[in-house]
């Protein structure tokens, strides 16, 4: 006989014995949030980040970018580190008679490694990234701010490329919308004398670039609505690798923060290069295939020469504004502008020397200290910040009279030329300029250049600098072995000398010592008596 077919359960219960599930759980997460309320555990709040109204949100972005990188360095390091150890004791044969000494100096081995790569000056790793770059590109592409282009200029870095071989040599000149039209044709001509130039406007859209960062698989495409000068700059390598006839390389050079990654960037229409507020964002070589012919390589930015003017460090220095004294930058880029120009842009009264248009520029901002008196410093990180950033317009002429480079001479600048059609270059410029919004006349800061910017190339012609703790143990000896006047004299003597140097005075009218006094009654009187005569805005 056929066994009958046994039915299986049915899965479906009463809804009062439904409901009375549910009711448990429930309770039974009510009574987990209870206890987790109780214990004290939370949620994350999320980082709300820098508010746009604050007043050098630029400089607190760069140092939180800067801090970031950093870290991420550190692990990769330590990550590398790890594996070569293990490598290492894989390579050891367990049977050797040395095989018990020989795990202890591998253990010290990764020690002293480590520490060496953390003493390691990260300017010499940037000079031999440099240097890659130079040697494997055929065109190299350096990019000038327009708003200072002399004082963009390498002339150590040039004299590298002439003597490196059959490298080519462009200039590209970015950040072309933050100067009068007038002043970008004069720049244009005087710069054609020497090499190639190509008028360029990068593409920088940062609310775009959070929403791509997200998406790390697919590579979103880039809006170059606001690009200028990409068609010119395609248009000229172009023709210069059919003149090749090879596939070639393009190097992109230059100082922080004159916009080489953007440019990359743009020409791509891909955010593929790390791009931001920082400068000195690119510590590596990056190797970016534009098409199959024409291959794009980012480079780190120049290293300055301490031997450079004032303003010339403020400007070009990858480095952050506690390093630079926020005083003696903004105070030195202060001194190479137009008084007047500065007084509209930043809507403040007339003033006599840096100092002076500090505290009213802290005042006109609502940058207070504790006791209620205008905080200084601020007002010189903000000044700082927008100097060394890409939204403030400023210009500068260019020399009235050419004079060439040692370095350039007529045959070396005809062979540059060479392989470039130069008069399509002219027209593809003119239309450029000419897509290009002007200033408005508030906006234009007239600026004295400091003429051109010495760098650093070789590894050797670095300084060796002292870290911070060190120096501050030594100070602190110095101040122990001296007597007690003698050190309260020491003490008090430094800070008048640096405000002196720091604070350049444009009008001989009031002398440091005046200058100092005024400050300190000025304070004494805040903190006493409120005067009602002064507009706190």
């Known amino acids: 006989m056929k066994r009958p077919k046994l039915k299986k359960a049915s899965k479906r219960m009463t809804c009062h014995k439904r409901y009375k599930i549910q009711k448990k759980v429930r309770e039974h997460h009510r009574k987990l949030r209870k206890e987790a309320k109780k214990r004290g555990h939370k949620k994350p709040r999320k980082d709300p980040g820098v508010p746009n109204s604050a007043p050098f949100k630029e400089a607190v972005l760069r140092e939180a970018e800067l801090r970031k990188q950093q870290l991420e360095e550190l692990k990769q390091q330590q990550k590398l580190d790890r594996q070569q150890e293990r490598k290492r004791k894989l390579e050891v044969n367990p049977g050797d008679e040395q095989s018990n000494v020989e795990p202890q100096q591998e253990c010290e081995e990764p020690k002293t490694k480590k520490a060496k790569s953390g003493k390691q000056n990260p300017k010499k790793l940037h ?24 004082g963009s200029r390498c002339p150590q870095v040039e004299e590298a490329v002439v003597k490196s071989g059959h490298k080519k040599l462009i200039f590209v000149l970015n950040k072309s919308d933050l100067v009068p039209k007038e002043n970008l044709e004069s720049w244009l001509n005087y710069l054609n004398k020497a090499l190639p130039t190509v008028v360029f406007k990068a593409s920088t859209n940062m609310k775009y670039r959070e929403k791509i960062l997200k998406v790390k698989k697919k590579a979103v495409p880039f809006q170059s609505k606001t690009c200028c000068g990409k068609d010119a700059l395609c248009k000229l390598l172009e023709g210069f690798q059919q003149s090749c006839g090879k596939d070639i390389r393009v190097g992109v050079i230059g100082f922080p923060n004159v916009g080489k990654s953007s440019i990359i960037n743009s020409l791509k229409q891909e955010w593929i290069c790390n791009v931001g507020v920082p400068m000195g964002l690119t510590r590596s070589m990056q190797v970016v295939p534009l098409d199959k012919q024409i291959t794009v390589i980012d480079s780190p930015c120049f290293i300055i020469s301490p031997n450079n003017s004032p303003t010339a460090l403020a400007l070009r220095s990858p480095t952050s504004i506690e390093v630079l004294r926020p005083l003696e930058a903004a105070s030195a880029i202060l ?155 020491t003490s008090d003597a430094p800070p008048v000398e640096d405000t002196t140097e720091m604070l350049p005075v444009e009008s001989t009218a009031s002398k440091p010592s005046d200058r100092s006094f005024a400050v300190d009654k000025m304070h004494e009187e805040d903190d006493d008596v409120y005067d009602f005569r002064t507009d706190y805005v």
């Open 335 to 489: 001194s190479q502008a137009d008084s007047q120009q500065v007084v509209l842009k930043y809507t403040v009264p007339e003033f006599k020397d840096s100092l002076d248009f500090f505290t009213k520029l802290a005042q006109r901002r609502g940058l207070h200290q504790k006791g209620g008196g205008p905080n200084v410093e601020s007002a010189a990180k903000l000044l700082w910040s927008e100097w060394t950033g890409a939204s403030l317009g400023y210009y500068c002429h260019p020399p009235p009279s050419w004079t060439p480079s040692p370095h350039f001479s007529e045959s070396i600048t005809a062979n540059m030329k060479k392989g470039f059609n130069v008069e399509e270059l002219e027209i593809n410029n003119a239309r450029s300029i000419q897509v290009l919004k002007g200033l408005h006349l508030v906006n234009r800061v007239l600026f004295r250049s400091s003429g051109l910017t010495n760098g650093i190339i070789e590894e050797t012609d670095i300084p060796e600098e002292l870290p911070r703790h060190k120096e501050n143990r030594r100070g602190g000896e110095d101040d122990r072995d001296g007597d007690g006047e003698n050190n309260a004299e």
């Open 127 to 150: 000079c031999r990234e440099l240097k890659k770059v130079i040697e494997a590109s055929d065109v190299l592409l350096e990019v000038l701010d327009a708003r200072d282009p002399l």
